[in-house]
């Protein structure tokens, strides 16, 4: 079971019993007592359900916050679907970046902690899972929050991607209409355009279901890419 469907199950079973300790998280996913304390802090970072000293307990519900994050945590057969064609363009030694993307987060929970790799992202959430994983030289593209879309911006941390030469660019879509991919944030777009002149290979990794969906700011046209990953292909 990959970490984020065990996320999914703790927080059913939190919606269902109010709570779960470290030791019955461990007996029902059969995995280690880190593993789980790892899991736990995730969720707890993410307001999902509150730490305490031998679990996870239920939040009130913040419906808003709530929607966003069960949201991210969804992870459907598509985007294991897409996750598994890419993973295997992630080798030792590369240097890569990692979209704002809730396919590209299915992706990056594939990736072995023991991979050596170098990764850039403005992403908050997965700054926290790649805290995890020791081997990886993880790089946070900071500035100011953006909550809705839970990324940072910053003119200057995003111009500092001019020097960067990635190995692979991993890139998600809110919608591909007419040929183009399109996001809803011009900063979110600012740092993707400068990261995917800055890849060698670029990969688009997108469910089917942004076909035809359209949002404000373009990062680009479909020939941009080197391939363009879907669960239908």
Do not use: C, P, W
């Amino acid at each position: 079971m990959y970490q984020e469907q065990r996320l999914n199950a703790i927080m059913e079973n939190i919606s269902k019993r109010g709570e779960i300790s470290v030791v019955e998280a461990m007996k029902l996913f059969n995995v280690s007592r880190d593993t789980i304390r790892r899991d736990f802090t995730i969720l707890s970072e993410k307001k999902l359900a509150k730490r305490t000293h031998g679990g996870l307990v239920a939040y009130e519900k913040n419906a808003d916050i709530l929607s966003f994050n069960e949201r991210l945590l969804e992870m459907s057969k598509e985007k294991i679907n897409i996750a598994k064609k890419a993973e295997k363009y992630i080798v030792d030694g590369g240097i890569y970046f990692f979209d704002v993307s809730t396919t590209v987060l299915t992706l990056a929970q594939m990736v072995d902690e023991n991979k050596k790799i170098t990764v850039y992202s403005h992403s908050l959430d997965l700054a926290i899972l790649f805290s995890n994983k020791k081997n990886i030289d993880f790089h946070l593209i900071g500035g100011k929050f953006y909550f809705k879309n839970r990324f940072y911006f910053s003119l200057n941390e995003a111009e500092l991607l001019k020097g960067i030469k990635f190995t692979v660019g991993l890139f998600g879509a809110a919608g591909i209409k007419d040929g183009e991919v399109s996001f809803e944030n011009e900063e979110d777009v600012f740092i993707k355009k400068i990261a995917l002149a800055q890849s060698t290979r670029k990969l688009l990794l997108a469910q089917s279901t942004k076909k035809n969906l359209g949002s404000t700011y373009i990062l680009g046209k479909l020939e941009d890419f080197d391939q363009f990953i879907s669960e239908e292909n």
